[in-house]
């Protein structure tokens, strides 16, 4: 027989490890005072029966349909691009990022796009009433098609209608707004989003039916809520970028069905997001070519090579261990790269405080930034400017050697359509790839300080 009980503990609002009284800090992430109260209820029952009736019996491989085929496309190349071509059937997407980004904008432009291809969408919202979203639509010139909006902020009505019209899409917007009545907590609390997110992953699964959620991150760039939300979906996206630019970024965290390192480029305009054709261009237009602390990284992000500006402050530090910040990049390879400059080129950087950011919002995972960061941080220690129309690509090893990265030809081609005149990349010791890396405007520099003498000399 089935039973049902209830309990208070105490659960992180940040990592949603709960704990059984309340204590200052959590045991899980070690953040300060973000443990609330909250009453779980559990049915314990006879365990016996469940797995004698099992509700999903093995299937032979090979009668498995796979429905990763019949990815269902936005008609928005950008969008398509960093899905991997489309949206996966019964797969669950979370569109993360912060307040005020665009995701409402990015998700009810794919939404109406797929609705015009004359397949049926669901857009579900807790945060605006559907006059709202109308008004939005009309901004961004949509709307006419199969696009059905439901206003509402219990996971159960978004559940019942999706049941019931069967749409080729479900967008439920945000995941920070509805709740479900199997869990007593707050709209927005770690064990409702996980509720929630358990419930219409279910839904994605049983009905093939996509699922889009948004939701917002913290001010540090997590996912609010648990880090339990990422586990539950199949694929995270970011939408970043500098609100004061315009430019907002699309990139991949995580996809079950395809790469992750594929990157959307939009600009925010008056009548919503349009795809960027130029990238690069769109990333170096507001570069001061003769500043010192800024140099220019060609990297290749998935299936387009994108080339960016990094930009360097270095200041002597009177705090015992120097500051270093890094945006844009992982703040370990700012690390590695401040070691290797300190140890084994003799730069005097241990004392000063560093400061690395990569303008536009970009968040770059290619180690091929290692050269370009430790360029910048050089000039700007300098306080010279690099050498014009160099850029560079190179990951940076422990022994202050340049490592090839991928692509270098490619890489150089798009520099010298940039307008730029040189390309630093690293050790190539392929012959045959070297010569055509030459050819393209490329130099090749086996060591960092090989390449610091070249750019600053
Ligand atoms: P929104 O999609 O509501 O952000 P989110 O859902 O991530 O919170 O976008 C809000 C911002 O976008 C707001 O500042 C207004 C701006 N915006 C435009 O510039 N052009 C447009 O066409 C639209 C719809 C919004
Ligand atoms: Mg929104």
């Known amino acids: 027989m089935a039973r049902t009980r209830t309990k208070t503990v105490y659960e992180c609002s940040e990592c949603g490890i709960a704990a059984p009284q309340w204590e200052g800090q959590c045991r899980g992430c070690e953040a300060w005072n973000t443990l609330k109260e909250v009453t779980q209820t559990r049915s314990t ?80 919202t807790g945060e605006e009433s559907g006059a709202q979203v109308k008004m939005r639509a009309e901004r961004l010139g949509v709307g006419s098609g199969d696009l059905y909006l439901q206003s509402t902020n219990r996971l159960e009505d978004v559940l ?41 992953s279910e839904f994605a699964k049983k009905t093939s039916v996509p699922v889009i959620v948004t939701g917002h991150v ?10 339990l939300l990422e586990h539950a979906v199949d694929v995270v996206l970011h939408l970043g ?9 699309l990139q991949g965290f995580k996809n079950r069905y395809g790469a992750t390192n594929e990157l959307g480029v939009f600009e925010m305009r008056e009548n919503g997001l349009k795809g960027v054709g130029d990238p690069s261009k769109a990333f170096l237009a507001h570069r001061r070519a003769s500043a010192p602390g800024s140099a220019i990284a060609s990297l290749v992000e998935g299936t387009r ?66 050269l370009p960061v430790a360029l910048a941080i050089v000039s700007s220690l300098r306080d010279k400017p690099l050498k014009a129309g160099l850029a560079a690509a190179a990951e940076v090893g422990l022994g202050g050697e340049l490592r ?39 130099q090749h520099c086996d060591m960092l300080a090989e390449a610091i003498e070249e750019g600053l000399s």
């Open 45 to 124: 029952g006879s365990i016996g029966r469940a797995v004698s009736r099992s509700a999903s019996p093995a299937v032979l491989i090979s009668d498995i349909s796979t429905d990763t085929s019949r990815r269902i496309s936005f008609g928005f190349p950008e969008l398509d691009r960093v899905f991997g071509g489309g949206v996966v059937p019964g797969s669950v997407t979370l569109l993360a990022g912060d307040p005020g980004i665009g995701k409402s904008t990015l998700i009810l432009q794919a939404s109406a796009s797929i609705a015009d291809s004359g397949l049926s969408v669901l857009y579900s």
């Open 160 to 200: 019942t209608e999706a049941e019931r019209m069967k749409p080729s899409l479900l967008v439920v917007d945000s995941i920070q707004t509805v709740a479900s009545a199997a869990s007593d907590s707050l709209a927005g609390t770690p064990s409702q989003i996980q509720a929630c997110a358990g419930s219409l």
């Open 218 to 227: 913290t001010k540090d760039g997590g996912i609010a809520g648990p880090r």
């Open 241 to 249: 970028g500098e609100s004061t630019s315009g430019l907002r970024l």
């Open 305 to 370: 090579s994108i080339t960016v500006e990094v930009q360097a402050l270095t200041s002597p530090s009177n705090l015992p261990t120097p500051r270093r910040v890094a945006t844009g990049i992982e703040t370990s390879r700012l690390h590695l790269i401040l070691a290797v400059l300190s140890r084994r080129l003799r730069i005097p950087v241990s004392d000063q405080d560093v400061i690395v950011n990569v303008p536009g919002g970009l968040r770059v995972s290619e180690t091929a930034i290692d």
């Open 404 to 442: 090839p990265v991928q692509q270098g030809e490619r890489r150089a081609r798009e520099s010298a359509r940039l307008g730029l005149t040189s390309l630093i990349l690293g050790r190539q010791p392929d012959q045959e790839a070297r010569s055509r890396e030459k050819a393209a405007g490329a």
